[in-house]
């Protein structure tokens, strides 16, 4: 099991310099990468939506005659 959440990847893992301490200051760059399964699909409009969208659209025509 990773030690981290998988959408991450490496981009670079490297040692910094020694700051004094007796550990070792360490630098890592991440790219944020949701996998396809992840991602959210885009909501789908039924009839009443859009008949609800067309009444709308149709009432702010009338109001800018």
């Known amino acids: 099991m990773p030690g981290h959440d998988t959408s991450f990847t ?10 004094g301490s007796d550990h070792f200051p360490v630098f890592a760059e ?9 991602e959210q699909d885009a909501p789908k409009a ?15 025509r009338e109001a800018s005659e």
Do not use: F, K
């Not at 490496?10 to 700051?19: F, I, K, T």
């Open 10 to 19: 490496l981009v670079e893992l490297r040692r910094l310099p020694n700051v």
């Open 30 to 38: 991440l790219q944020y990468e949701p996998s396809a399964e992840a």
């Open 46 to 60: 039924d009839h009443e939506d859009r008949e609800e969208a067309a009444e709308m659209i149709e009432e702010a």
